[in-house]
């Protein structure tokens, strides 16, 4: 397996439900903590190691699901185009980006051989105004909110350091385009059916460069769209681990070349000990991954982290463009007593794809 690549993720979002969508006032900016957090103690752990980490940060990331449960993401277009969320003060504005871009983005910051540090995944900062006005002009016939709060003067985000070593991304237009496509498309079937895309390296196991590769999971059957790709049979190998128990991950990688560290706890109930729940696991299995990459042969470790470690930092110039050297204030965040990006409140029970779009 010289030549496998090890994937360490989780299951996804488990299904949206009310119960799961309380409000929890402070939940969000926990989590924004536990990446950045995370990010910082890879760069940590890679130096003391001597091991080659790269981080990428996407924003919320749109576009056709393989599954068929919705993500946090995905929700938030799809209530966009219901008319149900009730927008908050503080959710005037949002960065966007492609998941199949962001799957060109990991591939190309793990083969980019002078690719270093950190490294934005994202379209430019996007009113949500602008961004009702854009849907309504290409789906008028659905429901739109009309309680959309006022524009703000939101710091926008730069993603030229990726663009410079080879980054091309689709347009927020077609992005959307595809993903109401495919939310019309399962509804219709009342099954998963996911977009063919012949540029989208997420959709296929038969890359060149590779022989095999695997993913390292809990082993739930929410994973069994993965075993249905193009190649799986051949290039595909699912390990049931978790990334608390060292010895298990150990296993899964030796004889790997490279690491992408995808995995990070989110929850989206209410939480009582955020430490606990949120941020020490998502410590633990960084340092478990790291552990091992350390013991074995690794080329390099690709971690993602999120522009949520970015983009929450109030002594960042006003009006000036975010860039890989800002990090999200961890003492402000501490403090705070804001509700950080809680982008909306939910109605309803969704339990799939079917269920939403009508």
């Known amino acids: 397996m010289s030549d496998s690549l090890m994937f360490s993720i989780t299951d996804g979002e488990p299904p949206l ?34 091991l080659d980490v790269v981080t990428l940060c996407p924003s919320l990331v749109f576009g056709p699901l393989l599954q068929s449960n919705v993500n946090y993401s995905s929700l938030l277009l799809i209530n966009f185009l219901k008319g149900s969320p009730e927008l908050i003060e503080t959710s005037r504005s949002g960065a966007f980006v492609d998941v199949r871009d962001v799957a060109d983005a990991l591939l190309l910051v793990y083969e980019t051989p002078n690719a270093s540090g950190r490294y934005i995944c994202s379209l430019n900062q996007m009113q949500y105004t602008d961004l009702i006005d854009m849907l309504k002009n290409m789906y008028p016939s659905f429901k739109y909110p009309n309680n959309i709060p006022d524009k703000n003067e939101a710091n926008d985000l730069s993603s030229e350091k990726l663009k410079k070593i080879g980054w091309k991304c689709r347009t927020l237009k077609e992005t959307i385009d595809d993903s109401v496509k495919y939310y019309q498309e399962v509804t219709r079937r009342n099954s998963p059916s996911p977009i063919k895309d012949k540029e989208a390296k997420a959709n296929t196991f038969q890359d060149k460069d590779m022989n095999r590769i695997l993913i390292l999971s809990n082993g739930s059957e929410k994973n069994a769209h993965l075993r249905k790709m193009d190649k799986a049979a051949e290039n595909l190998q699912l390990f049931k681990a978790d990334l608390l128990d060292y010895n298990a991950i150990e296993a899964a990688i030796f004889g790997c070349e490279g690491v992408f560290h995808v995995a990070s706890p989110v929850i989206l109930s209410g939480i009582s000990n955020p430490e606990v729940e949120l941020i020490r696991p998502a410590l633990l299995g960084t340092r478990n991954i790291f552990k091992a990459c350390s013991k074995t042969n690794i080329k390099r470790v690709v971690v993602v982290s999120s522009n949520a470690a970015i983009a929450i930092n109030p002594d960042w110039p006003h009006g000036t463009i975010m860039d890989e050297r800002c990090w999200l204030d961890e003492d402000f965040c501490r403090e705070s007593e804001v509700i950080i990006f809680l982008y909306f409140h939910i109605r309803g029970v969704f339990l799939s794809i079917s269920d939403i779009i009508g």
């Open 17 to 50: 439900n009310i119960g799961m969508l309380r409000s929890n006032v402070g939940r969000e900016k926990w989590y924004c903590l536990s990446k950045t957090m995370a990010e910082r103690e890879a760069f940590k752990l890679a130096q003391e190691n001597g």
